[in-house]
């Protein structure tokens, strides 16, 4: 696996192409997605290789990594939270990044309320669209209640759309239905909730399955192994 700066920068030139290609395709605007790299498989090298290829917002998964790698690359990024996040963490993130991807219980929804500091956090709400495939996020009939409990917080956790998790599958074809699905959920909930969040962002997609969610209205797709490993072959 050859991961060097070069290769990394050619990679992201390829998914920003494979991105706008989608957007254009689907009759989108150029600057509709977002590219977040999920940096989880990223050495504090590689992250530098990111910086130096124009990359702006980087997400990680452990409270653990992003402290170790802010301190690196602080002002490099823009720094997002995608993991599961644990109530005991919260206090450790609520001040380091600008969105958390994986807000997935009224719990962790009241114990950032009570970590945030003045200005608030921004969060998505994770659902589990596809069912029991995947164990993250809430079902679609709590969301509603979810987003009660968040506005209620007067401000200090504000919702801001919507992520999911697409299972693993061989044909990003076959996660479509995951990526409209949410789509559906968002467009019917930023109605209904506009006076109070701005409901706009979809975080959906991955290195496998970017494309399609873009086609299907992802805002910011999240993008890890597709940048440090050989593309897998096509299966038939
Ligand atoms: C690792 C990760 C990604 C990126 O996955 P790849 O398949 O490597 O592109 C996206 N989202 C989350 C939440 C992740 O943990």
């Given at each position: 696996?050859?991961?060097?700066?070069?290769?990394i920068s050619?990679?992201?030139?390829?998914?920003?192409?494979?991105?706008?290609?989608?957007?254009?395709?689907?009759?989108?605007?150029?600057?509709?997605?977002?590219?977040?790299?999920?940096?989880?498989?990223?050495?504090?090298?590689?992250?530098?290789?990111?910086?130096?290829?124009?990359?702006?917002?980087?997400?990680?998964?452990?409270?653990?990594?992003?402290?170790?790698?802010?301190?690196?690359?602080?002002?490099?990024?823009?720094?997002?939270?995608?993991?599961?996040?644990?109530?005991?963490?919260?206090?450790?993130?609520?001040?380091?990044?600008?969105?958390?991807?994986?807000?997935?219980?009224?719990?962790?929804?009241?114990?950032?309320?009570?970590?945030?500091?003045?200005?608030?956090?921004?969060?998505?709400?994770?659902?589990?669209?596809?069912?029991?495939?995947?164990?993250?996020?809430?079902?679609?009939?709590?969301?509603?209640?979810m987003l009660?409990?968040?506005?209620?917080?007067?401000?200090?956790?504000?919702?801001?759309?919507?992520?999911?998790?697409?299972?693993?599958?061989?044909?990003?074809?076959?996660?479509?239905?995951?990526?409209?699905?949410?789509?559906?959920?968002?467009?019917?909930?930023?109605?209904?909730w506009s006076?109070?969040?701005?409901?706009?962002?979809?975080?959906?997609?991955?290195?496998?399955?970017?494309?399609?969610?873009?086609?299907?209205?992802?805002?910011?797709?999240?993008?890890?192994?597709?940048?440090?490993?050989?593309?897998?072959?096509?299966?038939?």
């Open positions: 696996m050859q991961a060097t700066p070069e290769r050619e990679r992201l030139e390829a998914v920003r192409w494979g991105v706008r290609e989608a957007l254009n395709e689907s009759g989108r605007g150029p600057d509709e997605t977002r590219i977040l790299v999920a940096s989880k498989y990223y050495t504090l090298e590689q992250m530098g290789a990111l910086a130096g290829a124009g990359v702006e917002i980087v997400g990680e998964n452990k409270v653990e990594d992003l402290l170790r790698k802010q301190e690196a690359f602080e002002d490099a990024f823009e720094w997002h939270f995608i993991g599961h996040l644990q109530r005991r963490k919260a206090r450790d993130v609520v001040s380091r990044v600008t969105l958390i991807h994986s807000v997935d219980s009224v719990r962790l929804v009241e114990e950032l309320a009570k970590r945030a500091p003045e200005e608030g956090v921004e969060v998505l709400v994770q659902v589990n669209v596809s069912g029991e495939e995947s164990k993250y996020g809430v079902r679609e009939d709590e969301v509603d209640p009660e409990v968040i506005g209620e917080t007067e401000g200090k956790v504000r919702a801001r759309g919507f992520s999911t998790l697409a299972p693993l599958v061989e044909q990003a074809e076959d996660v479509r239905y995951v990526f409209a699905k949410l789509r559906t959920i968002r467009d019917r909930l930023k109605n209904r006076s109070r969040f701005d409901l706009s962002e979809l975080s959906m997609g991955m290195s496998n399955d970017y494309r399609v969610a873009v086609e299907e209205g992802a805002t910011i797709v999240r993008i890890g192994r597709a940048l440090i490993e050989e593309p897998r072959e096509a299966r038939s």
